[in-house]
């Protein structure tokens, strides 16, 4: 970002509008900036001509709108395309678009790397450096739409399913979320938002009032032993605990609220039979989904992909109980854009060997 200047990208709709207040500007200034922004990708002040030449002087003088720095573009086969992402001080990230014949949904990151050590995930495993700013987060949508608008393709979803717990990136991640939910920037559904994360219960409370998105919970195991080793933050938030959170937000807010579970499918660790029926006693009368997601493997991993068979087996324990159950199609594997792959390159600053939150 060019230096001393606030990139645009981070301020949601109130925080424009506190900004144009400081430079005596009327709130319908919001409005024209912000389409020039998102409706008509104009990034240069000098063509927004219905402002001002003084306000367009003074935008410049003290605010920027830029794009991330990529390093790096990948496109596998299928359709996918993966951005490495510059974030300065030789860290790196990754956003992932996903296209299908009826969405295009592009996976977000909202940390430089991720401090929950999840074993079975190669972004925990590198460790972790900072939290990205909301204008980090909402420079990949942007990135991601200038790529594809001539291309005729469109990002209908946005999930924050890329690198990092966005939970605890709460003072980034809801002005970003606000921007994705506007009609003036990207006037996404709140079902057409989700929000992913591995269990960080106090902030998961503050989120069912916050914004209304969507949320998926990585579960991936149906007891707190296993839960334990798996995904160590259930150490701190074990499984009943987070279920209760769970339960505070599918009430939360007057319109109909579900929540994805997603459980990685692991070779003769989580993917018995008894542990779906454990997983069907654990999730029963709750409004939910359960994604199954076979395990994509990467380097120097202890774990490999359930069969196919056995996926089969377990999806259809669930589904004989009552449970909406779908195992996720294997996108962008070739290119490490799968889920669990996205690894960047991180600078490790907390050399942790517990999660400590």
Not at 86 to 97: L, M, R
Not at 282 to 290: D, H, N, P, T
Not at 329 to 345: F, I, Y
Request: hydrophobic share 40%; glycine share 6%; proline share 4%.
């Amino acid at each position: 970002m060019t230096k001393d200047k606030q990139n645009l990208f981070g301020l949601n709709q109130q925080a424009l509008t506190e900004l144009f207040a400081t430079l005596g500007e009327k709130p319908y200034r919001v409005k024209q900036l912000m389409q020039w922004i998102y409706k008509y990708h104009e990034f240069d002040f000098d063509k927004m001509l219905n402002l001002s030449k003084k306000l367009r002087q003074q935008l410049k003088d003290t605010t920027c709108i830029e794009l991330p720095k990529v390093a790096k573009q990948d496109h596998a086969l299928d359709g996918v395309i993966k951005w490495v992402i510059d974030t300065g001080a030789d860290n790196f990230i990754e956003t992932v678009y996903i296209p299908s014949d009826d969405r295009g949904t592009l996976c977000i990151s909202s940390q430089v790397g991720c401090s929950l050590a999840c074993t079975f995930c190669s972004t925990g495993m590198q460790g972790f450096n900072r939290n990205l700013s909301t204008a980090e987060i909402i420079g990949q949508v942007m990135l991601a739409n200038h790529y594809l608008k001539d291309k005729d393709k469109r990002i209908s979803n946005v999930v924050f399913m890329g690198m990092g717990e966005p939970l605890l990136n709460e003072k980034a991640v809801y002005p970003a979320c606000d921007l994705l939910l506007d009609d003036l920037a990207f006037g996404l559904s709140r079902r057409k938002v989700t929000i992913s994360t591995s269990g960080v219960v106090p902030a998961l409370l503050r989120m069912a009032e916050r914004v209304p998105v969507s949320l998926a919970v990585s579960l991936h195991a149906p007891d707190d032993t296993l839960r334990n080793e798996l995904v160590p933050i259930n150490q701190k938030y074990p499984i009943q605990e987070l279920l209760s959170a769970c339960k505070v937000y599918l009430n939360a807010g007057t319109q109909e609220r579900h929540i994805l579970f997603e459980y990685v499918m692991l070779n003769g660790v989580n993917d018995s039979v008894a542990q779906a029926k454990k997983l069907v006693t654990l999730l029963k009368g709750m409004s939910a989904k359960v994604n199954l997601i076979p395990f994509n493997p990467f380097p120097k991993t202890q774990y490999i992909t359930s069969k196919k068979v056995t996926i089969a087996s377990f999806q259809d324990v669930l589904f004989d109980n009552g449970i909406r159950t779908t195992t996720r199609r294997t996108r962008g594997e070739e290119v490490d854009a799968a889920c669990g792959q996205l690894a960047g390159k991180i600078i490790d600053k907390t050399k942790r060997i517990k999660v400590t939150i």
